[in-house]
């Protein structure tokens, strides 16, 4: 099968990617304002405060097993966010 331009770069560009920046990729911690939303539209302010501070030091900390368990807290590559992202409904 015949190689064009794009894919010769593409390839190029794939193996130049170190792997320590691939499995950092994975740990990236990322935040969801529709399911933060969701989670907390019903706490009182103090509430809200200290699930914050708890969340930022477990980020932190890198305790990604204590984060999974929150729901707005998404742990992985950004592809696969986009993906959950769809998922949730964008109606308030």
Do not use: C
């Amino acid at each position: 099968m015949r190689q064009g331009p794009a894919d010769a770069v593409a390839e190029q560009t794939w193996k130049e990617v170190p792997v320590t920046v691939l499995a950092e990729d994975e740990k990236r911690i990322w935040f969801l304002p529709y399911e933060y939303w969701q989670a907390t539209k019903d706490m009182p302010p103090e509430q809200v405060d200290q699930l914050m501070s708890e969340v930022e030091r477990l980020a932190n900390a890198r305790d990604l097993a204590l984060l999974r368990q929150y729901p707005f807290i998404y742990i992985g590559r950004s592809s696969h966010r986009r993906g959950r992202a769809l998922e949730s409904p964008t109606e308030a």
